[in-house]
C-alpha cells in the first residue's frame, strides 16, 4: 500500500512538473490550408513574441495554459491555451479567417437586435453622451480664469495693426490613433476589452490624452501597447460608473 501512494504521489509530481516547464513550441499558420507570413504571435502569459516566417511556421517558448494570442490586420484575432498535448505536438496547427470586406450602401429593411440588445445599445450611447457632456464641462472650467482688468481682444499699440502675426494653426495629432488601430483589429477591443464599436473613438482620445502614449507612439511594442489598454480600460470603466451615478 506505501509502495502504491509514493508511486503515484511521484506520477503525480512528474506531471506538474513537466506542466510547469516551458518548451519550444513549433506551429504553423495558416488559412484555407495557404500559409501566413508575418503574423504577430505573442505569448500574453510569459511576455515574448515572434512572427511567422515565409512559409507560415514560428518557434516560441510556451508552457501548459499559457495564452497565445495571434495577430494580423488582414484576419481576425485569435486567441489559444496552449495544452500539454500541444506542446507534445511536432505539427501544432492555427487556423487563422481572413476579415470580410467591407460592404458600401447595405441597406437594412429591419432590425437584426432584439428588444434586449436595442436597450442595452441605447444604455451605452445614453452613458457615451454623459461622458460627452463631462469632458465638455470639464474643457469649459479649466478655461474659466479671473478678470484682471483687461480688456479682451484690445488693440495693443505696441506694433502696427496690420502687422500683426497671424496665429499658427497646429495640425492635429493623431499619430497614436494611427498606431492602435494598425496594431489592433476592432474584435480586440469587443473582445478582449468588452468596448463597444460606438465607444473605441471616445476610448482611444481617452488613453491619447495620457503622457506615456506619448513614450509608446516614440518606442512601439505591441505587448506594453497592449497592457496599456488594459489599464486605461479599467480606468475608462472607472469614469463611466462614476459619471452614471
Known amino acids: 500500500m506505501r509502495v502504491k501512494l509514493l508511486t503515484t504521489i511521484s506520477f503525480f509530481t512528474y506531471q506538474l512538473s513537466i506542466s510547469q516547464t516551458e518548451k519550444l513550441l513549433h506551429g504553423k499558420v495558416i488559412s484555407n490550408n495557404a500559409p501566413?507570413?508575418?503574423i504577430e504571435v505573442i505569448n500574453k502569459t510569459g511576455q515574448t513574441s515572434t512572427r511567422t516566417n515565409e512559409v507560415g511556421e514560428f518557434s516560441i517558448l510556451a508552457k501548459e495554459q499559457d495564452s497565445l494570442l495571434f495577430?494580423?490586420?488582414?484576419?481576425?484575432?485569435?486567441r489559444l491555451k496552449v495544452t500539454l498535448k500541444d506542446l507534445e505536438k511536432s505539427d501544432f496547427i492555427v487556423e487563422m479567417n481572413p476579415k470580410a470586406e467591407e460592404l458600401d450602401n447595405v441597406v437594412?429593411?429591419?432590425?437584426?437586435f432584439s428588444k434586449t440588445e436595442l436597450k442595452e445599445i441605447a444604455n451605452n450611447?445614453?452613458?457615451i453622451n454623459k461622458?460627452?457632456?463631462?469632458?465638455q464641462f470639464d474643457d469649459v472650467t479649466t478655461k474659466v480664469t479671473v478678470y484682471d482688468g483687461k480688456i479682451r481682444n484690445g488693440i495693443n499699440f505696441s506694433y502696427p495693426i496690420f502687422d500683426k502675426p497671424k496665429k499658427k494653426i497646429e495640425p492635429i495629432d493623431d499619430g497614436f490613433k494611427k498606431l492602435i488601430i494598425a496594431s489592433f483589429p476592432p474584435e480586440f477591443f469587443i473582445k478582449n476589452l468588452k468596448i463597444s464599436s460606438e465607444e473605441k473613438?471616445?476610448?482611444i482620445k481617452f488613453c491619447d490624452v495620457d503622457p506615456k502614449s506619448k513614450i509608446l507612439l516614440e518606442h512601439p511594442n505591441i505587448l506594453a501597447t497592449m497592457d496599456f489598454l488594459y489599464l486605461k480600460n479599467e480606468e475608462f470603466k472607472n469614469l463611466k460608473t462614476e459619471i452614471k451615478n
Open 36 to 38: 501566413l507570413n508575418k
Open 71 to 78: 495577430f494580423s490586420k488582414d484576419y481576425l484575432f485569435t
Open 108 to 112: 437594412v429593411s429591419r432590425s437584426a
Open 125 to 127: 450611447r445614453e452613458e
Open 131 to 135: 461622458i460627452k457632456i463631462r469632458k
Open 201 to 203: 473613438e471616445i476610448f
